[in-house]
């Protein structure tokens, strides 16, 4: 089926080091949505974009919809321990149902103290 | 905690057993999804249940089946268990069949098959 290519697949990086991961796609999107997983846990949603160029933060989490409606990032700023995780990109068309989110196989973040 | 609960979290069983996941929404949410999880294939959706009925379907296996009941818990059947059905199968549910793509997850339900 359709697949997000998402990337890196995993980043090993110090306490207080900015991240930055991004999701790209063959086909257009038009709702992009970053997910983070803990380990033993469900998915939670992180930040949806709507919009192609939108630019949405939540705390110390920065994620764009690209122009192209074919691309997304999400960037993490000075990171902490806390941020260790998988964190997945997903794609929904519209008209498409939820159900329907394609998702990125996820980057797994380790964060060293 | 996403409010959605799924039973059981493990589960290990044989190659040909047929097995029963559960999954309670969160209060007043609709519509019920099934995930399976694989470590070389990441999420990938099974199908969806909006208040009872039937409304997207994913890659889900002719083995497997599903349903949602009146009291909107589901159930996600799988039988003639094969060894590379071992994965982690979570729930999620939302409001209704919206467009934010806010999904609300569960903890899954591991399933090993030997």
């Known amino acids: 089926g359709q697949q997000l290519n998402q990337s890196p697949q995993s980043m090993f990086i110090q306490e207080g080091e900015d991240v930055s991961m991004n999701c790209t796609s063959s086909s257009i999107f038009n709702t992009w949505l970053w997910y983070k997983q803990d380990p033993g846990e469900g998915p939670v949603l992180l930040i949806a974009?709507?919009?192609?160029?939108e630019l949405t933060s939540n705390g110390r989490l920065t994620a764009q919809f690209g122009i192209t409606r074919k691309d997304s990032f999400l960037n993490i700023s000075a990171s902490i321990p806390s941020d260790v995780g998988i964190y997945f990109c997903?794609?929904?068309?519209?008209?498409?149902?939820?159900?329907?989110?394609?998702f990125g196989k996820g980057t797994k973040l380790s964060v060293k103290p | 905690d996403s409010g959605v609960t799924q039973t059981p979290k493990h589960l290990i069983t044989a190659t040909g057993q047929r097995v029963t996941l559960r999954c309670s929404p969160r209060?007043?949410?609709?519509?019920v999804y099934w995930y399976q999880q694989s470590l070389d294939q990441g999420l990938q959706f099974l199908i969806q249940y909006y208040n009872g009925e039937e409304r997207a379907k994913g890659n889900i296996l002719e083995r497997f089946s599903a349903q949602q009941f009146p009291d909107l818990h589901s159930e996600l059947n799988l039988s003639s268990l094969e060894l590379g059905d071992s994965a982690l199968y979570f729930c999620?549910?939302?409001?209704?069949?919206?467009?934010?793509?806010?999904?609300?997850f569960g903890e899954g339900s591991r399933l090993t098959v030997l």
């Open positions: 209060s007043g949410d609709l519509s």
């Open positions: 997903a794609g929904q068309r519209y008209g498409g149902s939820q159900g329907n989110l394609i």
């Open positions: 974009l709507y919009k192609a160029g």
């Open positions: 999620a549910s939302s409001e209704r069949d919206s467009h934010t793509g806010e999904l609300f």
